[in-house]
């Protein structure tokens, strides 16, 4: 008898499946094996020694023809050969079965029966199973209910500690409702006794004022009544209230309309009529037969009866209710596709409630998208002003003006919304005529012409090099109010009206609500407009004199000078020409370059990118390079200063930012490290300190005092320099746990906040500021007499980034020679601003030689570049900053000789 089983062998996690035909009693059972589709191979059976190697086996007894079916075996699997094997657990090599022997039987029914233990112990494992999860999920349901109760009775008590701040907030309400009653009341009292007896000090009049009044017929009035405040109730069940407008915004507040309002009358309003008269003066109702609003029945309520309300209404402003929706558009942009279905009146007075927000940045979002909104329905454009730009004239009325764009407002087909939009934003602005400035100096466009020939052969001027150069207040017949070019001269129009009309029209023309309509003025309406010519006067500087001294230095460059701008200096186009070529074409800082502008603007946009700062930079597209020019110097005419604007550059705006980025850096250094002044307005301040300082000693201390200038401070000062400076500034900074600096690209100030993007916050890092002064230095180009030139020494005057480079190499060089000094530190104090700086030494505290020492390694502190010209005459006061300043015994005094600040 053959019996059949399916054994499933689990080998190191993996599980084999195979047919057992037959069993033998010995231990090297004789089994023909059938492989299953689940099997990976052919099972090794090891005899008895399978326990001891860990392979754990289980099996189930089946019948004949339902193998196929059991653990896995699908109906569609393939016939396998019998393999009849036997294995000796000894050699572990395969023989030939032997023939079954008769206790095989009682084996194989042992054997089911261990299988059916197995079996039964499986069951009462998985009952174990489910009943340890049937108590998990007990417990986890337990649990769940006590936290819901727990949220519940929390409730409960935040509930009812709600409940009580409400009672308390009622009645504190109440409280004050009650206490602004009785300042009222004192104040009518008060004013009732001052009126009774008299307004001598609140009391009775004097003897002599009695007897004036009796003599001029003034007859005294009784004022001695009773005050009785005016109160009121809705229901014989309510109290009486002395405040009408809380009894009406109540009503209000629960939604009732119609309503009957008894009063029990008096003389003395607690609440001003004039706040209810505003709040609920538009409510219909009905007094006496007599139906109207309340603004009407001031004196219904001084007397015993009763108002029925037919409708209360209480006006509000409408942005307060339009407030929500713009609270909604801001939470849910798509709420704009509601809006757009809005009519124009509704979407104006939406736009209007946009003022309601505190903040500036979400105020102009909001008008944006509404603003939007409003020109893609109707074609409007709620942000345009309209802007009328008059050029000055004492003859024009500006009142006047603004009624006669009132008037042309009202004749346009316009909707009234837009009218009055545009009326509320109307604006008149003054322009500035042109200076004498404006009109005569014409130094820039000889900047841009290669060759400049000598154009003054002939003229009768004072000449330098045979060429002609002369202040303009030293030639004869010039008006004394040309000599200071920023005079304005009185534009005489002759036909000013006509020009006003004009900028009138200019005015409709240029806003984009007019939709192609013209304006225009009617000779009348611009007479309304003029006052009439009077006397003229003579203390005037008129044009006709500004066209004759251009006609009469005709060819000639007129130009500003420097640190004198109203002064104008006439010369010869070739001395110019000479001094633009010395300046900058033949000096050794500058090199030609032999390409075009827009190469190296891209090159320069490709260096950027490389340096991973293009973004940083703020490209603008539209910069250029800009043209240098040279203003001569006011002490001495034959020198100039090189001025290289920047205004145009690519780079300008992140340049601005950078250098109020530098300023901020240097100025949070120790004020012991430098002398370096931010400001002129600061010196005062820095001579206290310094004074202070001195005087703690208690000796006199025999300061001595020598100021210097910094020469050729922008033009010479060494790259290098410059990038170690820098480093050296940001490597302090660094120290101190700092990695960036934060700037304000519209206003001032600068500071080390975190928070950035609101209000034009900007963050800027330590190492973008070290690649963008690196890039300035190597990528600095200008125009000079139409000849490219790139700076290779110094850097250019006119750059934002210029003066705080130059302080910060300064303050650097300043830094090492104090650190030099040693216990000398004590005794030396200095004062910095650009390259006009002062030294003072505390003589008493060191030797003559060391005073010396000092002075001279001051000298040398500086780069080598630089040189430093002394400019006081050893006398105790020199001029420094545009002050005089004298060293007296002790303290350094300032005198300022236009007395801006004293000490």
């Known amino acids: 008898m053959e019996v059949r089983g399916v054994i499933a062998v689990k080998i190191g996690g993996m599980t084999l499946h195979a047919v057992v035909h037959r069993f033998a009693s010995d231990v090297e059972w004789p089994v023909t094996i059938e492989p299953t589709a689940g099997s990976t191979g052919l099972i090794r059976w090891l005899g008895g020694k399978w326990k001891q190697m860990g392979i754990l086996a289980q099996l189930s007894l089946i019948g004949g023809q ?67 999860e049937q108590r998990r999920r007990e417990r986890e349901e337990a649990s ?151 603004r009407v029945f001031r004196k219904a309520f001084e007397v015993e009866g009763s108002i029925a309300f037919q409708y209360l209404r209480r006006w509000r402003a409408r942005r307060s209710v339009n407030k929500p929706v713009l609270i909604s558009i801001l939470r849910n942009p798509k709420r704009l596709d509601t809006i757009r279905r809005w009519d124009l009146d509704s979407l104006s007075s939406l736009f209007n409630s946009v003022k309601d927000f505190e903040r500036k940045s979400t105020r102009a979002y909001l008008r944006r998208l509404i603003g939007r909104c409003v020109k893609e329905g109707f074609g409007f454009n709620f942000s345009a002003r ?44 003054w322009t500035r005529n042109p200076s004498v400035a404006d009109l005569i100096h014409n130094d820039r466009a000889f ?25 303009l207040r030293e030639v004869e017949g010039i008006s004394p109010l040309m000599m200071n070019a920023n005079n304005v001269p009185k534009i005489n129009h002759r036909d000013r009206g006509r020009k006003l009309g004009q900028e009138v029209s200019e005015g409709f023309s240029n806003w984009a609500n007019v939709k192609g309509n013209s304006v225009l003025c009617s000779p009348a309406e611009l007479t309304r407009c003029m006052t009439q010519d009077g006397t003229q006067q003579n203390n005037f500087l008129d044009m006709c004199e500004i066209v004759e001294v251009r006609r009469k230095f005709s060819g000639m460059v007129l130009t500003p000078l420097d640190r004198n701008p109203g002064e104008t200096l006439v010369l010869c186009p070739f001395l110019y020409y000479e001094g633009m070529m010395t300046l900058f074409v033949r000096n050794a800082g500058y090199v030609p370059v032999m390409k075009s502008e827009s190469l190296v603007v891209d090159e320069m946009r490709s260096k950027l990118r490389e340096e991973g700062i293009l973004d940083f930079a703020r490209w603008d597209e539209k910069g250029s390079i800009v043209h240098a020019f040279a203003m001569p ?29 530098l300023n901020y850096l240097l100025d949070c250094l120790p004020q012991e490290w430098h002398f370096n002044l931010k400001a002129v307005s600061m010196l005062k301040k820095r001579l206290d300190g310094i004074n202070m300082k001195l005087s703690r000693s208690g000796v006199d201390p025999n300061v001595v005092a020598q100021s210097f200038d910094i020469k050729d401070m922008f033009s010479l000062l060494p790259h290098h320099g410059i990038i170690e400076a820098v480093d050296w500034l940001l490597e302090f900074h660094v120290t101190k746990g700092r990695a960036f600096v934060r700037v304000n690209v519209r206003g001032k100030g600068a500071n080390f906040g975190v ?84 030294l003072f030494v505390a003589a008493e505290k060191l030797r003559t030689s060391d005073v010396a020492d000092v002075f001279s390694g001051f000298s040398n502190c500086y780069p080598d570049n630089l040189t430093l ?35």
């Not at 000055?392 to 009202?410: C, Q, S, Y």
């Not at 110097?633 to 930012?657: A, G, M, N, Q």
């Open 633 to 661: 110097k006011h002490k001495d005419l034959e020198r100039f200063r090189p001025i290289c604007p920047s205004y145009s550059e690519p780079t300008t705006r992140t340049s601005k930012v950078v250098a109020k980025a």
């Open 447 to 471: 900047t841009r012409m290669n060759v400049s020939p000598c154009a003054c052969a002939g003229l009768p001027y004072p000449r330098v090099r045979g060429h002609v150069r002369v202040r």
């Open 755 to 838: 928070t950035t993007g609101y209000d034009h916050w900007r963050k800027i890092t330590f190492e973008d500021i070290r690649k963008f002064v690196r890039f300035e230095l190597a990528h600095t180009y200008t125009y000079a007499l139409g000849v490219l030139l790139q700076q290779k020494i110094g850097i250019p005057m006119g750059k934002s980034t210029s003066p705080p480079l130059a302080c910060i190499m300064c303050a650097r060089s300043e830094h090492l020679f104090l650190h030099s000094l040693g216990k000398q530190r004590s005794a030396v104090f200095g004062v910095r601003l650009i390259d006009d700086v002062s």
């Open 144 to 294: 769940l209910a006590e936290e819901a109760a727990r949220a519940a009775e929390e409730a409960a008590r935040a509930a009812e500690a709600e409940h009580a701040f409400r009672k308390v907030e009622k009645q504190r309400k109440r409280e004050e409702e009650q206490l602004v009653m009785a300042k009222a009341v004192e104040v009518q009292l008060s004013v009732r006794l001052s009126k009774k007896f008299g307004s001598n000090s609140g009391g009775r009049r004097g003897r002599r004022e009695r007897a004036r009044r009796a003599e001029s017929g003034v007859i005294e009035r009784d004022n001695n009544r009773s005050i009785n405040p005016i109160r009121v109730r809705v229901s014989s069940d309510d109290e009486w209230s002395v405040s009408v407008f809380q009894i009406l915004r109540k009503q209000d507040e629960i939604g009732c309309r119609s309503l009957s309002l008894y009063i029990e009358g008096g003389n003395t309003w607690c609440d001003k009529w004039k706040g209810l008269r505003k709040a609920f003066g538009s409510s219909c109702v009905t007094y006496e037969g007599k139906t109207g609003c309340l």
């Open 386 to 429: 309209l802007v009328f730009r008059l050029l000055f004239d004492d003859r024009i009325k500006l009142v006047e003006v603004r009624k006669l764009v009132n008037d042309k407002l009202g004749e346009l087909t316009l909707p009234p919304c837009v009218t009055r939009r545009a009326r509320r934003s109307l604006r008149i602005i």
């Open 869 to 903: 010209k002394r400019t006081d005459d050893g006398t105790g006061t020199w001029e420094f900053l545009r002050c005089e300043a004298l060293l007296l015994c002790v303290d350094l005094i300032l005198a300022l000789r236009r007395g801006l600040l004293r000490s």
């Open 66 to 132: 339902e193998s196929h079916r059991h653990r896995g075996i699908g109906h569609n699997t393939p016939q396998w050969l019998n393999l009849p094997l036997k294995f000796d657990s000894r050699r572990d090599r395969a023989q030939h079965p032997p023939v079954a022997e008769p206790a095989a039987e009682v084996r194989l029914e042992e054997l089911g029966k261990t299988v059916a233990s197995v079996q039964e112990f499986v069951e009462i494992e998985k009952a174990r199973r489910m009943e340890r």
